[in-house]
């Protein structure tokens, strides 16, 4: 992260249990373990500390040439930093593809949001 100058932020990205998806909804802060159920369709226990942190779900639009998406937080901005490739000459004209992105921010946080990102070389096939 120090490359694109966020070298202080931490990732707090979030990757559901096992079993467990987004069902969708608005994007209010999930602050409950009855919530996250709810949210996510299941019974696995989150593995969130919800008296510290509360888990958020927003919707980002990816492009073709997209590898991931991290988040990280530096206190003040939480950054969404987008890894992309170089797209190969044989590839299809780009189609944005809309995707949940989960993050557990500090419980009841005031943060900026920013976007970020990084090239990634990548051979063509």
Same mark, same amino acid.
């Given at each position: 992260?120090?490359? &694109?100058?966020?070298? +202080? !932020? $931490?990732?707090?990205?979030?990757?559901?249990?096992?079993?467990?998806?987004?069902?969708?909804?608005?994007?209010? /802060? &999930?602050?409950?373990?009855?919530?996250?159920? !709810? !949210?996510?369709? *299941?019974?696995?226990?989150?593995? &969130?500390?919800?008296?510290?942190?509360? @888990? +958020?779900?927003?919707?980002?639009? @990816?492009?073709?040439?997209? %590898?991931?998406?991290?988040?990280?937080?530096?206190?003040?901005? %939480?950054?969404?930093?987008?890894?992309?490739?170089? /797209? *190969?000459?044989?590839?299809?004209?780009?189609?944005?593809?809309?995707?949940?992105?989960?993050?557990?921010?500090?419980?009841? !946080?005031?943060?900026?949001?920013?976007?970020?990102? *990084? $090239?990634?070389?990548? /051979?063509?096939?």
């Amino acid at each position: 992260m120090a490359a &694109i100058g966020l070298g +202080r !932020a $931490k990732p707090i990205g979030y990757r559901a249990p096992e079993g467990c998806s987004w069902k969708g909804g608005g994007e209010e /802060p &999930i602050r409950s373990e009855a919530a996250f159920h !709810a !949210a996510f369709g *299941c019974e696995a226990p989150s593995g &969130i500390d919800f008296a510290k942190g509360e @888990l +958020r779900v927003v919707s980002r639009t @990816l492009s073709p040439a997209t %590898i991931g998406i991290d988040v990280v937080d530096d206190g003040a901005t %939480i950054t969404f930093v987008s890894r992309q490739r170089s /797209p *190969c000459p044989s590839e299809p004209p780009p189609m944005p593809i809309g995707v949940p992105i989960a993050y557990v921010a500090p419980a009841k !946080a005031e943060r900026r949001t920013a976007d970020a990102t *990084c $090239k990634v070389t990548m /051979p063509c096939r």
